[in-house]
């Protein structure tokens, strides 16, 4: 396989998408139905519009830290998290909102992410990546299901999935790193306790991370 090449195109489409979020914001109309109070961007039809069962929901828990990601971004080198690269690594920081990868040979990768919405959601520490999924199907956990009982069972591949085109399953129960059709979410509190990146940017981890990847979340 090639040596993948360090990021800064990522890096600097990360900067620029959360840059336009804050000039959308200047321009969103009054008569919006909701107003994400992360960004102050409209959200039309929120909560619940589309046909994905959390679209929409994106940071209702207002009382969390709201700071722009590119605010509290900074660069991170693997040496103070990881005692080696084997496998690989990622380190999700919360606070910048952002998901690092580092290859064995260490090569780095800088993506934007969305983040649990509220501490209860949340979970910190190590993990790893123990299965991949392209296309992946979706179901809420009990929990979810018992506070959005209108949600359905069962979600199949698909534009209507929660978890975009694909997923890394971690070894921490019904958490995942995955995609979303709904690029609002990214750079937000937004999530149920996974970690969601655009498209793109998971079918680009997914080809390069395997089975065994090391996970830190911050």
């Known amino acids: ?15 620029a998408t959360s840059l336009a979020l804050g000039a959308t914001s200047l ?21 619940g ?29 693997w040496q103070p998290y990881f005692s080696n690269l084997t496998n690989g690594a990622i380190l999700v920081d ?3 909102r952002a998901l ?21 959601l949340t979970r910190r520490g190590r ?19 018992k506070r959005n009982p209108e949600w359905p069972d069962f979600v199949p591949p698909g534009p209507d999935n929660p978890l975009g085109t694909h997923a890394l399953w971690l070894s921490w129960q019904y958490y995942r790193i995955h995609g979303t059709h709904d690029t609002r979410k990214i750079g937000r509190k937004s999530s149920n306790g996974c970690i969601g990146l655009y498209n793109e940017h998971i ?11 090391q996970v830190l979340i911050i």
């Open 203 to 213: 079918q680009q981890l997914y080809a390069v991370t395997k089975v065994g990847t």
């Open 127 to 145: 993990t790893e990546i123990i299965k991949k999924v392209e296309g992946p199907s979706w179901a809420p956990t009990p929990e979810m299901k």
């Open 94 to 96: 919360l606070t910048s």
């Open 1 to 15: 396989m090639p040596a993948i090449k360090p990021s800064a195109v990522d890096r600097r489409s990360f900067l």
């Open 27 to 47: 321009a969103a109309p009054a008569f919006a139905q909701a107003v994400d109070p992360y960004t102050g961007q409209a959200l039309q039809g929120a909560p």
């Open 100 to 120: 690092s990868y580092w290859s064995e040979d260490g090569e780095f990768r800088l993506y934007p992410t969305s983040i649990p919405v509220s501490e209860d």
């Open 49 to 77: 519009a589309g046909a994905t069962p959390d679209a929409g929901v994106v940071q209702y828990d207002a009382g969390q830290d709201n700071r722009r990601n590119v605010s509290s971004f900074r660069m991170h080198d």
